[in-house]
Every structure is written in C-alpha cells, then in structure tokens.
C-alpha cells in the first residue's frame, strides 16, 4: 500500500496513512534511486583556472570531493570552463550546459550579463542551480554557497583603517577586465567605500580606485609609477580578487615600505608575499567548502527532494604570516 501497490480498502488505507504521518514516515529515497539506477547528471561551469595553483583549482576539488561521495548514487558530474578574460567565452561553455540536457548546475556567475542571459534559460527549463563565489541576488535560483562580498570589502576596510594610523591616501586596486560586469568585485568595493563613508564622515582619508585589464602585462607597473607619482600618501593599498601577489611583486621591486597591503585568497603567490611580510592580510573564502556544499545542495534537492537553503555564507578568514600554516 506504501508504494502504491495492489487493491487496499479505502478506510484501510486512510487508517495506515494516518498511522505512517504519527510516525513520521518518509521513504526511502536513496533506496529508491539505487534501484532504478538513473543517471543524475550535473553540470559544473566553472572559470578555467590560470595555473595549477590558482584559485579556481579549489572549489573544483571541493566538487570532486562530493563527487566521491555520491557517485554511487548515480550521479554523473560534466565539467565546463570559460576565460576569465573573454565574457563570450562563458556565454558559449554555457551554450553547451544547455544543449547537455542536465538535471542541475553548479556555477560561478562570473560575468552578470552573461550569467542572467544563462539564467533565463535554465529558469524556462526548470533545471535547478547553485551560485558559488559570486551571488546574484536578484536571480531565483536554488541557492548560494560563498562568502558574503559586500561584508568581506567592509571588513578589509576596517583592517586597513586601524593599521594607517593618520589620515592617508588608500588605492583600491582592480585587476579585472570589464569590471562593471563582475558581481563579486564590485560588492567588495561597495562594502569597502561604504564604510569609510559611515566611519570617515570627514574624508579624512582620501580613496582612489584603479582598474588594471591585464596584470600579466608588466607595463603596469609604469602606470603604477605615475599613480605614486601624484599621490605620495598612499598607505593602504586593497585588491578585490586573488591577484594581491602582483602589487605585492610591484612594492617589493621598488623598495616600497610602509604600505598596508591587504587581498583575498589564500593562493600559492600570496602566501609567498604574506610570509616575507609584503602582504599584511588576505582575506579566505574556504572555496574547496563551497564547491562539495553546491554539489550537496543540488543532491539534497534534486536526489532527497528536501529543502535547501537558499544562502550558506562561508566564513570570512583573515590570514596573516603568524597563521598562515594553519590554513594550509
């Protein structure tokens, strides 16, 4: 009668029923789903990482991790990765998550435009998603796994202002091409301004934001050199992404000191820079958590049909060199 089988009187039936809710009876999905050995399959879209160390390594082991763990039941997993640099790459990767037929996606809503046009897609289609690292707020989507921007951005400005003890010139610093159109930094940035602007109601402290496309053209460093040029007050210096090693590289070849450096993610060429004391703060994320949580969000919904948060912020870690070992 549980499972729907076979002829049972209608009062008999009623008085089970209301015997099983006093019970509190569920059946038992993952049994079910073993024995009917469909294949769940996942989509991961994912920014493709720049080297083996980089950033974007981390959440993926997280999604291997849970893959592990659940492929037996059924799960299948279908990775796709974009440029970083090139919006159109993420705009044809997500093309293909389309044509690929999935029951769920995990992505990192890299570029807005592109990732609400992707959405609008999968909304039509029914198909489940999770954000990690970068959270659209106006988007329905199934749920978020990551760090809360805004209040990361409003936790690094505190940082630097009680380490510049005078009123001094701060560079928030972008290495990002089309910022406009990066969610995340841009929350980064708002928490950053915001809170001098609710604790610095004098302006005492002068903010100054540049934008650099591409970093790993060392010509930067000129442009650099004209901004110190005109500004020689700058103590403070926050990068909104992974990229702090390159100021850090920057300051160490001029023989800058006494410049508070502070970026995010604990990536192998920031920690080198936060051991020899160039950086002063990174701010982490726990991407390798946010990759297994997304994973083990979709499961729980699209496999245990249970539900799901719809944010799960991770911690917001402040490393220094006198921690760093712990967070490795």
Same mark, same amino acid.
């Given at each position: ?5 076979? #002829? &049972? ?12 809710? #006093? ?16 294949? &769940? ?9 720049? @080297? ?49 037929? /999935? $029951? ?18 999968? @909304? ?6 999770? /954000? ?12 978020? &796994? ?78 650099? $050199?004209?901004? /110190? ?59 390798? #958590?946010?990759?297994?949580?997304? &994973? ?25 060199? #006198? ?6």
């Amino acid at each position: 009668m549980i499972h729907n089988r076979g #002829e &049972v009187n209608p009062a008999t039936k009623e008085k089970i029923l209301k015997m099983l809710e #006093e019970m509190d009876y569920h059946p038992n999905i993952l049994a079910s789903t073993l024995a009917s050995k469909k294949i &769940v399959s996942f989509a991961i879209l994912f920014p493709e990482p720049q @080297s083996e160390e980089s950033y974007w390594n981390k959440p993926m082991n997280g999604v291997k991790k849970a893959f592990n763990e659940l492929q037996q039941y059924g799960i299948k997993i279908s990775v796709f990765r974009f440029s970083q640099a090139e919006p159109s790459s993420f705009a044809t990767e997500a093309q293909k998550v389309l044509e690929g037929n /999935f $029951d769920g996606v995990v992505l990192a809503p890299f570029f807005s435009r592109e990732s609400k046009t992707f959405i609008r897609e999968l @909304s039509l289609r029914n198909i489940p998603f999770v /954000f990690i690292d970068s959270n659209l707020k106006e988007c329905e989507k199934l749920s978020f &796994v990551g760090q809360n921007s805004y209040q990361s951005g409003a936790l690094s400005a505190r940082l630097l202002d009680f380490s510049i003890p005078e009123p001094a010139s701060i560079l928030v610093l972008h290495f990002a091409k089309e910022m406009d159109n990066q969610n995340h930094l841009m929350q980064r940035e708002k928490g950053f301004y915001e809170y001098f602007e609710k604790n610095d109601p004098g302006k005492q402290n002068k903010l100054i934001t540049l934008e650099i496309e591409n970093p790993a053209d060392k010509s930067f460093f000129g442009t650099i $050199d004209r901004l /110190f040029a005109k500004n020689n007050n700058i103590r403070g210096i926050f990068v909104t992404n992974s990229q702090v090693y390159r100021i850090a590289e920057y300051l160490e070849q001029r023989n800058i000191k006494n410049i508070r450096l502070i970026g995010h993610d604990l990536i192998r060429e920031n920690a080198e820079y936060l051991k020899k004391g160039v950086v002063d703060f990174l701010i982490c994320q726990r991407p390798e #958590e946010q990759g297994y949580q997304a &994973v083990n969000t979709l499961f729980e919904h699209v496999i245990m049909k249970k539900q799901v948060q719809n944010e799960n912020f991770t911690s917001i870690d402040i490393v220094t060199k #006198e921690n760093l070992d712990y967070y490795k």
